[in-house]
């Protein structure tokens, strides 16, 4: 079984900065890709940062310039470098990879339980 946990959310002033953490952690043979999604109260989930193997990146419009994506392949974990927070973030942030548990495998899609960002004065 494989587990993804997130980490680092929090309650951080307009301007300010945090880092998210996903640690994926279990029977992994290869992860294909590491994303970040978010979703606010009343609203859809919605795609934040993705990042491939190949290193490709996709920012959502509205945080392109302030958020960072990247990876630890080593260590099987994905971070989101957020700065210049504005109250517009304030969402529970999830991280979701595609994985191969075992050679021969289908590749399975495994979301995180999310991490609450709140970013208020």
């Known amino acids: 079984q494989v587990q993804l946990v997130e980490s680092g959310g929090g309650l951080v002033q307009p301007g300010g900065s945090l880092r998210l953490s996903c640690v994926a952690s279990g029977s992994i043979f290869s992860i294909n890709r590491m994303d970040w999604y978010r979703q606010a109260p009343g609203k859809q989930r919605e795609l934040v940062a993705h990042?491939?193997?190949?290193?490709?990146?996709i920012y959502a419009d509205s945080v392109k310039g302030r958020f960072t994506i990247s990876r630890d392949n080593a260590k099987n974990t994905v971070y989101l470098q957020m700065n210049s927070l504005k109250p517009e973030d304030t969402a529970v942030y999830y991280c979701?990879?595609?994985?191969?548990?075992?050679?021969?495998?289908?590749?399975?899609?495994?979301w995180g339980q999310g991490t609450q960002v709140t970013v208020s004065s």
């Open positions: 990042k491939t193997n190949g290193g490709s990146t």
């Open positions: 979701n990879a595609f994985i191969v548990y075992s050679a021969g495998d289908v590749v399975r899609s495994v």
